[in-house]
Each structure stands twice: as C-alpha cells, then as structure tokens.
C-alpha cells in the first residue's frame, strides 16, 4: 500500500494506493510524486502513475539528497523530511522576495496566497507567465536580474 500527501503550496493531495506482490503500485498519488520529483530534479520518466523501477531509483536519490534511509519507499520519515525541505526553500524565497519588495508577509515557510500573488508580481516584472510557481524559469530569471541590476532590493 502506499498513502502519498503531496503539497505543491497551492494544492494537497492525498491517496492511497495498493498492488499485488506482482504489480507495483499505480495511481494518482504516483503520478503527483513523480510530477514532484520531476519539478525538483529527481525524476525525468514519464509521469505514468506506476510506481516501477525509475520511480523507486528517483525516491532513493531524492532521499540520499534529504538525508533520510535510501531504500526506494516514499514513506513517513521522507514526507517530512521533504516538507521540511520544502520549507525550509519557501522561507529563502520569502526573504528574497521580501528584500526585493515584492512580499509583505510574514515569513513563515508556507507558500500560501500572498506568497504566490508575490511570485506573480515577481514574473511579471521579469516578463515571465505570471503562474505564481517559483521554478527553474523563474529563480534563473531572478538571478539573472539581480545579477544584471535589473531589479535592486527595495
């Protein structure tokens, strides 16, 4: 069986799963962590929902980088530490957007609404589709114009 409650900030979702000794298990909870693991950089198969060998060897790699046991399960002890990383990034994008006036809230590790609507301001400014989701695109752009001087803290 496996439970997966993945939370991207803006959506949780929360659904268990089983398989037969001889399937591994499928379903949408799988394919949110495979969407997840792909965002962060663990994953690059395809997000198919079934929870095979590609999957197995991305949640070890991503749990060796969390520094909790390697053994290929998404369980209990590598979704806390995942939100814990999680929060841990949100509190760093927090303060970055708040020393470049774009965030007036409190800082507190949740990537809630005024941390998304700050995100969108964010891309706008950088001419980037506001989707209020601090990615890759995004955090190369605003490095790039802080770099460049393009934007300056407030």
Avoid: C, W
Avoid at 109 to 122: F, N, Q, W
Wanted: charged share 20%.
């Amino acid at each position: 069986m496996l439970a997966a409650r993945l939370t991207d900030g803006t959506t949780t979702v929360t659904v268990t799963t089983t398989a037969s000794e001889s399937q591994p298990p499928t379903g949408p909870a799988v394919a949110e962590l495979q969407q997840v693991m792909t965002s962060l950089g663990y994953y690059d198969g395809p997000i198919d929902g079934v929870y095979g060998e590609e999957t197995t060897a991305a949640v070890k790699e991503m749990q060796t980088a969390l520094g909790v046991t390697a053994d290929g399960i998404y369980g209990p002890e590598t979704h806390t530490a995942l939100k814990d990383k999680a929060s841990s990034i949100t509190v760093e994008i927090q303060t970055a957007l708040t020393e470049y006036g774009y965030y007036t809230g409190e800082i507190d590790g949740t990537y809630g609404p005024e941390t998304a609507a700050a995100v969108k301001d964010l891309q706008t400014d950088l001419g980037l589709t506001a989707d209020g989701r601090f990615g890759p695109e995004t955090a190369a752009a605003f490095n790039e114009a802080v770099a460049s001087g393009e934007i300056e803290p407030a």
